[in-house]
C-alpha cells in the first residue's frame, strides 16, 4: 500500500463519517467534493472556511438593528459614581455606595446577561436610560427609569421597593433579562426564574436601556455580557454581545474533522486491534497498520490546527466548541487512559506556539473549573 493510497483512504473515512447536520443533498455533495489528495486538504478548508464567511454575512442580524454600541459590551468607567476598581468584566466597589453602567444599550427585543458574585451583601442589578442620574447614595433602582433587584435584601426597586426573590450567596449566577417588546424585566437565580420583577417598563421611541449595576463597599461581581456562553441561557433572549456566529460555524466544521482524526489516531496507536477501543468510532474496514499513517495523520492535523489557532484566541470557542468536543471525547473513552484526550493534547503540542498552547490550556482549565 503506498502513501498516497493511505492518504486517500484516511481522508476518506474522515469524510464519510462527519456529523450529519446538513440535509441529504448537502451530505452527498460534502462527500462527493471533499479532497482526494493530500496536498489539495489545506485548499479545501480554505474554500470551505470562506464558503461559511460568506453564508454567515448574508444572515441579518439583531444587533443591528435594535441595540447601539460596540459589538462586545464592557463596564463604562466614565460612567461610575463613586471609587471603584473596574475592567470589562469585574467591578468592586471601593466608596460607599457604587454605580457603573455598561456602555451598549438596547431598545427592542429580549437581552439577558449574567452577573457571577464573589461576595453576598448589598448590591442592585438591572437597567437604566441615559436619562438616570447616580450618587454615592442613589443607585440602580433609585430612580424613575431604573429597575434593579437586590438579593442581599430580597427586594426589587424602582424608586420604592418590595419584596422580590431570593436571598443570594457569593458565587450563585443571577441573570437579568429585560424584554423591550412587552415591557417587563425578570430575573434569575443560578437558572431559577424569580418571575417578572417590573411589567411596566416604559419603552418605545426614544428610549433605551443599558445594564447597571450599584455596589456597597467592598462587594465584588464578574459580568458576564455574552464574551463567553452563559452558564444559564433563557429561550429567545440574547446576550448584550454580538455572538460570534461566524467563528463558531468555523470552530465546529474544524472540530468535527480534527475528531475524526483522532478516532484515526487512537486506532493507528492500537495497531488495528479492537481491544480497548470504542469500535463505533473506528473505521471497519481494514486496520491501518502503516507506520505511514501516523505522518499523514499529523500533516492533517496541522493544517487544521494551523486554522484553529487564531479562533481559539475567543474564550467563547474554547468554551462552546473545544470544550464541548473535550466532553465528547472523553466520553468516548472506555478505561482510563483517556487515549482520545490524550490525542487531542498531542497534536496541540506538536503544533502550537507555546504561548497560544498556554492561553489555550489557561481558558480549558478556567472553563472547567466554572461548569
Not at 266 to 273: A, C, H, M, T, V
Request: hydrophobic share 35%; net charge negative.
Amino acid at each position: 500500500m503506498t502513501a498516497t493510497t493511505n492518504a486517500n483512504d484516511i481522508l476518506t473515512h474522515i469524510f464519510t463519517n462527519l456529523p450529519k447536520q446538513q440535509d441529504n443533498d448537502e451530505i452527498l455533495n460534502e462527500r462527493r467534493s471533499f479532497p482526494q489528495q493530500l496536498g489539495d486538504f489545506g485548499e479545501y478548508l480554505d474554500n470551505k472556511l470562506t464558503d461559511i464567511a460568506t453564508a454567515c454575512l448574508k444572515s441579518s442580524s439583531e444587533y443591528e438593528e435594535n441595540r447601539i454600541g460596540p459589538s462586545t459590551a464592557s463596564l463604562n468607567s466614565y460612567s461610575a459614581t463613586g471609587i471603584v476598581q473596574c475592567t470589562r468584566f469585574d467591578y468592586t466597589g471601593i466608596s460607599s455606595f457604587n454605580t457603573v453602567r455598561a456602555d451598549v444599550c438596547v431598545f427592542r427585543g429580549k437581552w439577558q446577561y449574567e452577573v457571577l458574585l464573589e461576595t453576598r451583601g448589598v448590591m442592585q442589578f438591572g437597567w437604566c436610560t441615559i436619562k438616570c442620574h447616580f450618587s454615592q447614595e442613589i443607585g440602580v433602582g433609585d430612580t424613575w427609569t431604573s429597575f434593579s433587584y437586590d438579593g442581599g435584601r430580597i427586594r426589587k426597586w424602582n424608586v420604592q421597593n418590595s419584596k422580590y426573590g431570593d436571598s443570594w450567596l457569593a458565587g450563585d449566577i443571577i441573570s437579568c433579562l429585560i424584554d423591550c417588546d412587552e415591557g417587563t424585566i425578570s430575573f434569575k437565580r443560578n437558572g431559577i426564574d424569580l418571575g417578572i420583577a417590573f411589567d411596566n417598563v416604559p419603552c418605545g421611541k426614544g428610549i433605551a436601556y443599558f445594564p447597571a449595576i450599584s455596589l456597597s463597599q467592598n462587594e465584588r461581581v464578574k459580568i458576564n455580557f455574552g464574551a463567553t456562553p452563559f452558564r444559564h441561557p433563557t429561550t429567545n433572549y440574547l446576550p448584550i454581545d454580538e455572538k460570534p456566529q461566524l467563528f463558531i460555524e468555523q470552530a465546529n466544521f474544524l472540530f468535527n474533522i480534527f475528531e475524526q482524526v483522532i478516532y484515526l489516531g487512537k486506532y493507528q496507536r492500537f495497531n488495528g486491534s479492537n481491544k480497548n477501543t470504542n469500535s463505533l468510532k473506528l473505521p471497519q474496514a481494514r486496520p491501518l497498520p502503516d507506520p505511514k499513517n501516523d505522518a499523514i495523520l499529523m500533516i492533517i492535523a496541522q493544517q487544521i490546527i494551523e486554522r484553529l489557532c487564531p479562533l481559539l484566541a475567543s474564550p467563547y470557542i474554547i468554551q462552546q466548541c473545544l470544550i464541548s468536543m473535550l466532553i465528547r471525547l472523553n466520553h468516548e473513552s472506555l478505561h482510563s487512559e483517556h487515549t482520545e484526550i490524550c490525542l487531542c493534547l498531542d497534536y496541540f503540542w506538536a503544533f502550537l506556539q507555546s504561548n497560544d498552547l498556554l492561553t489555550v490550556l489557561t481558558q480549558v482549565f478556567h472553563s472547567l473549573n466554572t461548569l
